[in-house]
Structure formats: structure tokens, C-alpha cells
């Protein structure tokens, strides 16, 4: 299935490591995620009403630390 609708990006937070995901629009607006360092491996599919509610639950402080 391939529905990406825009290059996969990486947070700007992201350090040297390579321990990153990479997140990249769908074509039916939501997001797929994917490991940095294995960008032909799988990648999870995220509807838009999902990733909204986890970005609206991450800028609330859900998982600070």
C-alpha cells in the first residue's frame, strides 16, 4: 500500500543517533511512521482523527516526562 502523499520528515529535535521515527502525510490526510534507520522496512498507519487526538495528548504534557 503506498498512499504517502509527502517525503517522510524527521523532527528537528532529533539527534545524531539515528534513533528517530520519520512521519509522513497519507493520501487520506493521516500519517504513517516509520524507523530512521530502517526506511525500507514497515511503517504504522495512522487515520487523521487518531493522530490528531495523540498530537492534541502530546502538546497537553501526556507523556512528559
Known sequence: MDDIAGPY???SYSGPESNCVEVAATA???RA???SKDQAGPSLRFSAEAW???LAV???GEFDR
Do not use: L, Q
Open 9 to 11: 520528515r524527521k523532527s
Open 52 to 54: 490528531g487526538a495523540f
Open 28 to 30: 487520506g490526510g493521516g
Open 33 to 35: 511512521v516509520r524507523d
Open 58 to 60: 502530546a502538546r497537553d
